[in-house]
């Protein structure tokens, strides 16, 4: 299967501060999306993204489809307590979407 | 909109039993997927529904995991005999579109599967 690598795998941050995660792969996806995953729910959609060196935001959050279409990026600014939980990218190709392992997001009040 | 249903929540079970689990899709979507994820990792496709007929079952282990979506809505994920490695969280997704690609999937909440 298509593998994808994100990092980092776990982030301590402090409230206000700027996040970057990012994901990665040898192969060339198609789509990529951004979904966060609160303990005990599903995986929920925050940022789609369908062009090579697409920018695209969502409130505090902004995403890029990297030019080389093998990687993705998520930024988030000025973090809050309830931006805590794992993030999860996910890449389509192949008529599939392929998970990332995630990237587990800590905020200190 | 109603979001996609899954129960039970929770399911505890010993090695060698076996247990099923039940999703309710968003109404008018006619993609399902179910999704195993094992904790510290991301969800892994074990199946996909396009109506009733599966589209992708590569990654399901057919000795011991089925499923069935028999009128197009709703789906069964069984696993019999149960094994330790089963314990995951099984979500159920679904889209409005073929394989999801212009407007991602939906999750449920997940049933929470432990097998001691």
């Known amino acids: 299967g298509q593998q994808l690598n994100q990092s980092p795998q776990s982030m301590f941050i402090q409230e206000g501060e700027d996040v970057s995660m990012n994901c990665t792969s040898s192969s060339i996806f198609n789509t990529w999306l951004w979904y966060k995953q609160d303990p005990g729910e599903g995986p929920v959609l925050l940022i789609a993204l369908y062009k090579a060196g697409e920018l695209t935001s969502n409130g505090r959050l902004t995403a890029q489809f990297g030019i080389t279409r093998k990687d993705s990026f998520l930024n988030i600014s000025a973090s809050i307590p309830s931006d805590v939980g794992i993030y999860f990218c996910?890449?389509?190709?192949?008529?599939?979407?392929?998970f990332g392992s995630g990237t587990k997001l800590n905020v200190k009040p | 909109e109603a979001g996609v249903a899954q129960s039970p929540r929770y399911k505890i079970i010993e090695k060698r039993q076996s247990v099923a689990f039940w999703c309710n899709p968003i109404s008018g979507h006619a993609t399902l997927y179910w999704y195993q994820q094992i904790l510290g990792q991301g969800p892994k496709l074990l199946i996909q529904?396009?109506?009733?007929?599966?589209?992708?079952d590569s990654q399901l282990p057919k000795d011991r995991f089925s499923a069935e979506r028999l009128k197009g809505v709703d789906s069964t994920l069984k696993i019999q005999p149960a094994k330790l490695e089963d314990s995951a969280v099984y979500l159920c997704?679904?889209?409005?579109?073929?394989?999801?690609?212009?407007?991602?999937?939906?999750f449920g909440s997940g049933t929470r599967l432990t097998v001691v």
């Open positions: 996910a890449g389509y190709n192949f008529n599939k979407f392929y």
């Open positions: 997704a679904s889209s409005l579109e073929p394989h999801g690609r212009n407007d991602g999937y939906t």
């Open positions: 529904f396009q109506n009733n007929g599966v589209v992708d």
